[in-house]
């Protein structure tokens, strides 16, 4: 499946033990918090009711259905306090009660409260349980830096590849147009954009995308415009193999080892830029669950309130370590270079 030297880099990335495990560390996290609505959630998992099957993390029911006078989704929180209930029907529950979005009514105190055992980091300014915003909030930011990631990996091969290959007056005319688009200013196309369209997840991976490709482009060019000129590129080329072939199953395999090596800090670029954009006002909408939200109502309340960004700042530096981690252990294994320095 994989060549001989893809092996051996996949193997001495295994004897970088604090990436590996970082890796581990980090994709066990994100996996769990795909499944988020079955560890942190106010909604059941499982009702057992009146001889029916409920499954309110999943599905939508009216209250009228357990017993209360409303049309409207069942009340859970209210279900789950109601002793009657509880005796008549069998409830499933989370691991963590409680919802990103609801604000908790009841608090002992006004918000934001300090950890409890109700809520073990606290709520915040709008008694919300932190935990919950913190879980959710972890996996947006994978999903968003992942997913902007790949589109600037498949972006900048694209663009850096062909410049790299055509060469000559074409690759110099592309080159000074990226330079002109590089130059937009970015935070001015996000308030553009987002005062039209709405700053929507979609639409921030959109605008980041539009940018985040340039630097890769210029790694893939300098690649594309080195191994054409090899031996076994000229040989392809005198056996008369077309151009498409030769990009694809020639330079690109060989090509990639600068990608591989940068990904992996694109995927905290992502991050931390998500974070900022947020922290700033110019990112999800709320009440979205993010950290960068949540850092910013811990700045306002940094002196009363200090838990809401100890925990937020724990769960950032925690998630960037381990991805920095893991960038240096691909690096180092996927560097042709480190073979010399590793012997």
Not at 120 to 137: C, E, K, M
Request: hydrophobic content about 45%.
């Amino acid at each position: 499946m994989f060549s001989e030297i893809t092996r051996d880099r996949l193997r001495r990335f295994r004897q970088i033990k604090r990436a590996y495990f970082s890796l581990w560390i980090l994709g066990i996290a994100f996996v769990l918090s795909l499944f988020s609505e079955f560890l942190a959630n106010d909604h059941p998992l499982y009702i057992y009711y009146n001889g029916k099957h409920y499954f309110p993390v999943a599905a939508f029911y009216p209250g009228e259905e357990f017993g209360q006078n409303r049309r409207t989704e069942a009340d859970y929180i209210a279900l789950r306090n109601d002793a009657r209930f509880r005796e008549q029907a069998v409830m499933i529950l989370p691991i963590h009660e409680h919802s990103p979005n609801h604000s908790y009514l009841d608090l002992p105190e006004p918000p934001p409260t300090p950890p409890s055992r109700e809520h073990p980091f606290g709520t915040d300014r709008q008694g919300r349980d932190v935990l919950a915003r913190i879980l959710y909030g972890f996996r947006i930011c994978m999903l968003f830096s992942l997913s902007l990631m790949i589109i600037t990996a498949i972006l900048g091969i694209i663009v850096g590849g062909v410049q790299g290959y055509i060469g000559g007056k074409a690759d110099i005319t592309m080159q000074r147009i990226i330079e002109i688009w590089s130059a937009l200013p970015f935070l001015y196309v996000i308030l553009l954009i987002g005062a039209v369209y709405g700053r929507s997840f979609g639409m921030l991976l959109a605008v980041m995308a539009l940018f985040s490709w340039i630097g890769l482009s210029y790694y893939m060019r300098g690649e594309f415009l080195r191994l054409k000129n090899q031996t076994y590129v000229r040989v392809a080329q005198a056996q008369g193999l077309g151009a498409v072939r030769i990009f694809r199953r020639e330079i690109l395999p060989n090509a990639l080892t600068p990608l591989i090596t940068i990904l992996p800090f694109s995927l905290i670029g992502g991050i931390t830029a998500l974070t900022a954009l947020d922290f700033l006002g110019f990112g999800l909408q709320p009440p979205t669950p993010s950290w960068g939200e949540l850092l910013q109502q811990g700045l306002a309340v940094i002196r009363e309130s200090p838990w809401l960004t100890i925990f937020t700042t724990a769960a950032l530096f925690i998630t960037l370590m381990l991805a920095t981690f893991i960038g240096e252990g691909v690096r180092d294994a996927f560097d042709p270079r480190s073979r010399v320095r590793m012997e």
